[in-house]
């Protein structure tokens, strides 16, 4: 009983937990896709946000700048006209112009060489060193001899955002050059992308930066220093930012940290639809982390264990249940009802299991018979002989207590199975047997005396032997001992060496 009950309990959880595991693996894979698949669509929305407000930026700026734009131009145009006057540039008095103005004025030679300024951090710089292809762009805006009006751009030797306008000199040798500090402009305190990208950051917690690169690989941002562009990132960065400036499609690459964290870089391309200068090409920059699907897993970890926990607990509840339930049935199925030993069900799966475990000392089955217990039920009823049968069966239950398991195959025929079995145990337990039946014999119960037991025993004696050969051996051996007389016991074993086999009978 307690066997099954615990191969029950085990079968219930087990089932529980591979019930629960399987369910729970599913749905924490449907969780991640769906989390995955979330995250998709948000990165989407927020990237189509920062491109519609990147447009809406450079539209703003483009058709509200127009003021700024005439007020650059004329200054530009004032330098022109004093070309022709006096084509020495070095010799003109640029903080004159400078004088009133927020600005600042350059003068660049045919080499691109910053030759006159106001800015003098800027004086000596050469952009065929540091800007190859802005330095190209620049010798077109010399050639062309136009007015050129660039949208915000980022100042090489600062790292601070400015506006930058151009003009040629007459003769195309130098090019003039004005420029305005962004935050001294009114309109980009108003219309700037920074503060919405702070404010996309803030929104979303899986959105961990986001930046603007212009072409020549800058970061967009009056809060960064001159050196921080491209160059100082890792080559895979560098090598997403020029596909993606290349193939003007969106590109990119993961990065796995500890604990399954891992940071997703992203660079979408963006053009301006107005033309101005060498910034409106431009690269946008997103990182992103996945910290909310590790915390809705890790819930989902927390809610597994709990689950787990109850479906454990549900199982013992279950098993009280059933055990309940089913107390009858398992009785029946495992021990005889009249007298509460195991019946021949239990006994074939006990002793079999027995016979198959080879590190085990051999086995021993001693079968009994009550004598003349026919005369019992003849005489004196069946209700009497069911009670000499329990009887008996206590007999043998506080012979062999836990060392032996009892079994009542029918009638008032029994058995005793014993593991580890030696000849000197077999003969201990069948003395003590017949000493009890004895016993009752000498008692007040009358019907006890005309009562005796013979025994058989037979003990395994090879490890391939079978329940039915040792059976038959121990059943030749009881009907030995009821041909001798009876109030006995026999071993019953084979003799190989002789070519026989022969019954050892032992009279008590």
Same mark, same amino acid.
């Given at each position: 009983?307690?066997?099954?009950?615990?191969?029950?309990?085990?079968?219930?959880?087990?089932?529980?937990?591979?019930?629960?595991?399987?369910?729970?693996?599913?749905?924490?894979?449907?969780?991640?896709?769906?989390?995955?698949?979330?995250?998709?669509?948000?990165?989407?929305?927020?990237?189509?946000?920062?491109?519609?407000?990147?447009?809406?930026?450079?539209?703003?700026?483009?058709?509200?700048?127009?003021?700024?734009?005439?007020?650059?131009?004329?200054?530009?145009?004032?330098?022109?006209?004093?070309?022709?006057?006096?084509?020495?540039?070095?010799?003109?008095?640029?903080?004159?112009?400078?004088?009133?103005?927020?600005?600042?004025?350059?003068?660049?030679?045919?080499?691109?060489?910053?030759?006159?300024?106001?800015?003098?951090?800027?004086?000596?710089?050469?952009?065929?060193?540091?800007?190859?292809?802005?330095?190209?762009?620049?010798?077109?805006?010399?050639?062309?001899?136009?007015?050129?009006?660039?949208?915000?751009?980022?100042?090489?030797?600062?790292?601070?955002?400015?506006?930058?306008?151009?003009?040629?000199?007459?003769?195309?040798?130098?090019?003039?050059?004005?420029?305005?500090?962004?935050?001294?402009?009114?309109?980009?305190?108003?219309?700037?992308?920074?503060?919405?990208?702070?404010?996309?950051?803030?929104?979303?917690?899986?959105?961990?930066?986001?930046?603007?690169?212009?072409?020549?690989?800058?970061?967009?941002?009056?809060?960064?220093?001159?050196?921080?562009?491209?160059?100082?990132?890792?080559?895979?960065?560098?090598?997403?930012?020029?596909?993606?400036?290349?193939?003007?499609?969106?590109?990119?690459?993961?990065?796995?940290?500890?604990?399954?964290?891992?940071?997703?870089?992203?660079?979408?391309?963006?053009?301006?639809?107005?033309?101005?200068?060498?910034?409106?090409?431009?690269?946008?920059?997103?990182?992103?982390?996945?910290?909310?699907?590790?915390?809705?897993?890790?819930?989902?970890?927390?809610?597994?264990?709990?689950?787990?926990?109850? =479906? &454990?607990?549900?199982?013992?509840?279950?098993?009280? !249940? %059933?055990?309940?339930? #089913? +107390?009858?049935? @398992?009785?029946? /199925?495992?021990?005889?009802?009249?007298?509460?030993?195991?019946?021949?069900?239990?006994?074939?799966?006990?002793?079999?299991?027995?016979?198959?475990?080879?590190?085990?000392?051999?086995?021993?089955?001693?079968?009994?018979?009550?004598?003349?217990?026919?005369?019992?039920?003849?005489?004196?009823?069946?209700?009497?002989?069911?009670?000499?049968?329990?009887?008996?069966?206590?007999?043998?239950?506080?012979?062999?207590?836990?060392?032996?398991?009892?079994?009542?195959?029918?009638?008032?025929?029994?058995?005793?199975?014993?593991?580890?079995?030696?000849?000197?145990?077999?003969?201990?337990?069948?003395?003590?047997?017949?000493? =009890? &039946?004895?016993?009752?014999?000498?008692?007040?119960? !009358? %019907?006890?005396?005309? #009562? +005796?037991?013979? @025994?058989?025993? /037979?003990?395994?004696?090879?490890?391939?032997?079978?329940?039915?050969?040792?059976?038959?051996?121990?059943?030749?051996?009881?009907?030995?001992?009821?041909?001798?007389?009876?109030?006995?016991?026999?071993?019953?074993?084979?003799?190989?060496?002789?070519?026989?086999?022969?019954?050892?009978?032992?009279?008590?």
């Amino acid at each position: 009983m307690k066997n099954l009950r615990f191969k029950l309990l085990v079968s219930l959880t087990v089932f529980a937990v591979v019930l629960v595991t399987v369910v729970a693996f599913t749905n924490r894979g449907l969780l991640r896709k769906d989390i995955q698949t979330q995250a998709q669509n948000t990165w989407g929305l927020i990237e189509n946000h920062i491109l519609a407000d990147m447009q809406t930026v450079d539209y703003a700026h483009y058709y509200l700048e127009s003021e700024l734009s005439k007020q650059l131009e004329a200054e530009l145009q004032k330098m022109y006209d004093l070309y022709e006057e006096n084509p020495n540039v070095l010799s003109w008095d640029l903080e004159a112009f400078k004088q009133n103005q927020n600005m600042e004025y350059y003068i660049l030679d045919d080499e691109n060489t910053v030759i006159h300024t106001t800015f003098t951090k800027d004086l000596g710089l050469n952009f065929n060193d540091c800007c190859k292809k802005f330095a190209n762009l620049l010798d077109e805006r010399r050639m062309s001899g136009e007015f050129f009006n660039d949208g915000i751009d980022i100042s090489t030797q600062t790292g601070q955002l400015w506006k930058y306008s151009y003009l040629a000199t007459p003769d195309k040798k130098y090019l003039m050059e004005i420029g305005v500090n962004a935050t001294d402009i009114l309109l980009f305190e108003k219309f700037n992308f920074f503060d919405t990208a702070i404010n996309l950051v803030s929104k979303y917690d899986d959105l961990l930066e986001v930046k603007i690169i212009n072409s020549g690989g800058f970061f967009l941002d009056d809060q960064w220093d001159v050196n921080d562009n491209i160059k100082e990132k890792s080559p895979e960065f560098q090598a997403a930012f020029k596909q993606a400036r290349q193939t003007s499609k969106a590109v990119e690459y993961k990065i796995k940290l500890e604990d399954g964290y891992v940071e997703t870089y992203r660079f979408i391309p963006y053009n301006s639809m107005q033309e101005r200068g060498f910034s409106t090409k431009r690269v946008i920059f997103a990182k992103y982390g996945n910290g909310t699907e590790l915390a809705l897993l890790k819930k989902n970890t927390q809610q597994f264990w709990i689950i787990l926990f109850v =479906s &454990v607990i549900t199982s013992f509840i279950l098993l009280v !249940v %059933i055990s309940r339930l #089913l +107390t009858g049935t @398992i009785k029946l /199925a495992t021990f005889d009802p009249l007298t509460g030993v195991n019946n021949r069900t239990s006994y074939l799966s006990y002793i079999e299991g027995l016979l198959k475990r080879k590190k085990n000392g051999y086995v021993g089955l001693l079968v009994l018979d009550l004598d003349n217990f026919k005369q019992v039920n003849d005489q004196y009823g069946h209700i009497k002989g069911d009670e000499i049968l329990v009887e008996m069966a206590n007999i043998l239950m506080d012979t062999v207590k836990k060392e032996g398991f009892v079994v009542r195959f029918g009638g008032d025929e029994f058995a005793i199975v014993v593991e580890n079995a030696t000849v000197e145990k077999m003969k201990e337990i069948s003395n003590e047997v017949i000493a =009890s &039946v004895h016993h009752k014999k000498n008692s007040e119960n !009358v %019907i006890w005396g005309f #009562l +005796t037991v013979s @025994i058989g025993c /037979a003990i395994q004696e090879e490890e391939r032997e079978t329940e039915v050969s040792l059976f038959m051996r121990a059943d030749k051996a009881l009907y030995k001992s009821k041909n001798s007389g009876k109030d006995r016991y026999s071993f019953f074993k084979c003799e190989e060496q002789l070519g026989k086999v022969s019954a050892v009978t032992i009279q008590q």
